[in-house]
């Protein structure tokens, strides 16, 4: 069972959509939840449901301005306690960034949650765990599709949150929302 405040300090990078329910979910469960977003209507929204949640908006491929407010997130709340990232790859630099910024301004544990797309190779993240800073927990959720009778369909934004959301309560380090397999029947 989850405890309200379990998460502490979180920041959610690219969680005003797809992952709009789960953000939503986080922040019940945390001290203080920021969310980082480029869209000011959708961050808005995310903000009438929950009056504890702070926006910023940020285009997280600009690194300096991601350090910038990594920094205040952390002069301003204290400790960052959970991370959940769904990075694109249109920020190659954006994942190593929040994991070495976060990793040098604390001694705390913290625990990132990387979401992946279903072509990604996350046991290629897992075994790069050795370059993510001593202190961070790593758990990557994949997202793959459904199949139903003779046709498959993408995730839903609730199957995908959901799915989050139960990576955030278990303890493995690997998730898998739907299917990957066969690779022939994605939508």
């Known amino acids: 069972m989850v405890k309200m405040n379990e998460f502490g300090h979180t920041l959610v990078f690219g969680g005003t959509g797809m992952l709009r329910k789960a953000t939503e979910w986080v922040a ?6 920021v969310v980082f977003g480029r869209d000011i209507d959708k961050l808005t929204r995310i903000k009438e449901k929950n009056d504890c949640i702070e926006i910023r908006i940020l285009d997280y491929t600009d690194t300096n301005k991601l350090i910038e407010e990594i920094n205040r997130a952390y002069k301003n709340n204290g400790p960052i306690n959970t991370v959940i990232a769904w990075i694109h790859s249109t920020a190659p630099d ?5 994991k070495s910024k976060i990793g040098t301004i604390q001694d705390e544990q913290w625990t990132l949650l990387l979401v992946k797309g279903s072509s990604a190779n996350i046991d290629d993240i897992l075994a790069s765990e050795s370059d993510f800073p ?11 599709f459904k199949i139903i009778g003779s046709h498959s369909r993408w995730l839903t934004h609730d199957e995908i949150s959901n799915g989050v959301i139960e990576s955030l309560k278990g303890n493995k380090t690997k998730t898998i929302v739907g299917t990957l397999h066969p690779w022939d029947r994605r939508p």
């Open 28 to 33: 019940e469960h945390s001290t203080k939840t």
């Open 134 to 144: 001593f202190n961070c927990h790593l758990k990557v959720v994949q997202l793959g």
């Open 94 to 98: 954006a994942l190593s960034t929040i």
